[in-house]
């Protein structure tokens, strides 16, 4: 049995990129990834112009909702993606940590949402092709976009 990988998305509202980035890893990786997503201060739903955009482009983020990032949700991840929450996020030992810059899709229009869900889904899949060797990738959700 091999170890399934936890990566942890965290960002300050949890209602827009870290949820992007969480459906996508879960839609390309087939089970051979985890994939959480946290706020360290969650807001109360997810971006709708979000949801709308993913569910447009075949995701389905109905069941989505804040989560708060704790200590305890990073300790159990070998990766914590960060996104925009900078020192806010908790620092545990042991874990490995890479910061995304990626724009805040709240609020903004269908256009500036998909150019930034276009660079999650590079940034996501070149990530599972590193944490994954070998895992056969479905096409990306943008081709024919």
């Known amino acids: 049995m091999t170890h399934t990988p936890q990566v ?10 870290s949820v992007a980035a969480r459906v996508l890893t879960e839609h390309y990786a ?8 946290a706020g360290t201060r969650p807001g109360e ?9 993913l569910e447009k482009l075949g995701l389905d983020a109905s069941a989505e909702h804040p989560e708060l990032l704790t200590r305890e949700t990073v300790a159990a991840s070998d990766l914590a993606i ?12 042991g874990v490995r940590y890479v910061d995304w810059p990626v724009d805040d ?6 256009a500036t949402v998909r ?9 996501v899949r070149d990530l599972l092709a590193e944490l994954v060797p070998g895992l056969a ?5 943008l081709e024919g976009d």
């Open 82 to 93: 960060t996104l925009g929450c900078g020192e806010e996020c908790p620092y545990v030992p």
């Open 8 to 17: 942890v998305f965290a960002c300050v509202r949890n209602g827009g990129r």
């Open 137 to 141: 990738l479905p096409p990306s959700v």
């Open 30 to 37: 087939g089970g051979r990834v985890i994939a959480l997503s």
């Open 45 to 53: 739903h997810i971006h709708p112009e979000v949801a709308e955009v």
């Open 105 to 110: 899709p709240g609020g903004q229009d269908e």
């Open 115 to 123: 150019r930034i869900i276009a660079d999650l889904d590079r940034r």
